[in-house]
């Protein structure tokens, strides 16, 4: 996996992706993606534009804390949203074919073909997703029987070879196991197998790691960093910057349906510019910056705001140490593209000195 940082040149209160790499290898862009809960004056909009792009071989992240939007973003993806909900925008997919879709108005019929052959989804509670009457050989065979026309046998095969794909032991009699026989490590590897079965160009992981120990986090993640061979694409989404750091390629974080900066994992972690994201940075656990005994962690302090109660101006205000008054609660800020091809959505992020972030955090500040 490679970061790689732009060298485009700072365009103050431009609104547009300053992305300079090639667009051969975008296998789906998100294009002002909003999903909509409810209809009429009860509307609210609980995605706001979200525009990001996922490229094969590369994993894209989506980070912020929980209730940002990061999951609805996903089922937008996979048009597995509740019935209450809409989308707006748009939900580019290059098909295997070459053929360019948008996915958000396909018709029903033609989405069991994406599903599954174009974008795998792994969720972050394995034992909610999985059927718990069938054994685990069988919901993998079911993908190959189902999207591959596969006999029975041969599909058995096929999901004895998923599981030592993804490191499952003793894979010939694991597949006659029930998913409750299972250890969460486990099921959350046959999850990946059914989602890589039928060797989809996306894979879709959405706290992934969240349900499991630290120890079994750190072998799913080398299994999930694996899948980017083939020049696979992935999203990968998790509340835990920690995380995102071991596997991402491009970060972008979200607070309360919106996306406020993006950014190469380098440039986000050593030179974030939005308040929020030094934030998250501050909260991460280091190992070469050990706490003091009885100390916590850095947390922000508040909560992100309810759906209801949305600030006004930036909606991050309430929480924010650079917050100005006059200002930050009356002004929406827009995303605008930095000088190293980030883009931040802050009023004040060119006051604000790019911290080098870790030092800062390091020192204990506030920020
Ligand atoms: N089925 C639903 N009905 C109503 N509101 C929902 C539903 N699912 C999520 N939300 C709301 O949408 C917001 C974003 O949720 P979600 O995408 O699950 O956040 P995240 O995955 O970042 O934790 C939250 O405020 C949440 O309460
Ligand atoms: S716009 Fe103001 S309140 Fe919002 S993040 Fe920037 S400084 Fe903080
Ligand atoms: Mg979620």
Redesign the pocket.
């Known amino acids: 996996m490679q970061t790689e940082i732009s060298t485009g040149v700072m365009v103050p209160g431009a609104t547009h992706h300053a992305d300079t790499r090639s667009l051969d290898d975008t296998i789906l862009r998100l294009e002002k993606l909003s999903?909509h809960?409810g209809a009429g004056d009860h509307a609210?909009t609980?995605?706001d534009e979200v525009s990001l792009t996922i490229r094969a071989g590369e994993c894209t992240a989506?980070v912020?804390?929980?209730?940002?939007?990061?999951?609805?973003?996903?089922?937008a993806i996979m048009r597995l949203?509740?019935s209450?909900?809409h989308v707006s925008g748009s939900i580019v997919l290059r098909r295997q074919s070459g053929a360019q879709v948008n996915v958000s108005s396909l018709p029903r019929s033609e989405l069991t073909s994406i599903r599954g052959l174009e974008i795998g989804m792994i969720f972050q509670e394995p034992m909610t997703s999985l059927n718990p009457l069938l054994t685990v050989g069988e919901q993998i065979s079911e993908m190959f029987m189902v999207h591959r026309g596969e006999s029975r046998q041969v599909a058995k095969n096929h999901a004895e070879e998923m599981l030592v794909r993804v490191g499952i032991p003793e894979a010939r009699a694991r597949l006659a196991a029930m998913p409750h026989e299972l250890s969460g490590g486990m099921r959350q590897r046959v999850m990946i197998a059914i989602a890589i079965a039928c060797d989809p160009r996306i894979v879709i992981a959405?706290?992934p790691t969240t349900a499991l120990d630290v120890t079994i986090q750190a072998q799913i993640l080398e299994t999930l960093r694996g899948l980017q061979e083939r020049s696979r694409g992935m999203l990968f989404?998790s509340?835990d910057l920690g995380v995102i750091a071991e596997v991402a390629d491009r970060v972008h974080v979200?607070y309360?349906?919106q996306v406020v900066e993006s950014g190469s994992v380098g440039a986000i972690l050593l030179r974030a510019r939005h308040p929020y994201t030094m934030g998250l940075v501050a909260s991460v656990p280091r190992i070469d910056r050990p706490q003091p005994r009885g100390a916590a962690l850095y947390s922000i302090p508040g909560r992100?705001p309810?759906?209801a109660r949305m600030p006004a101006g930036c909606r991050f205000h309430p929480r924010c140490a650079h917050a100005r008054a006059g200002l930050c609660d009356r002004v929406v800020p827009q995303i605008e593209v930095t000088e190293d091809g980030g883009e931040v959505r802050c009023l004040r992020w060119r006051e604000i000195a790019p911290t080098d972030t870790l030092s800062a955090s390091q020192r204990g500040s506030a920020l």
């Open positions: 999903v809960l609210r609980v995605v989506l912020g804390e929980s209730g940002s939007g990061k999951s609805l973003t996903s089922l949203l509740p209450s909900m959405d706290e989404v509340h979200m309360a349906g992100v309810e759906l």
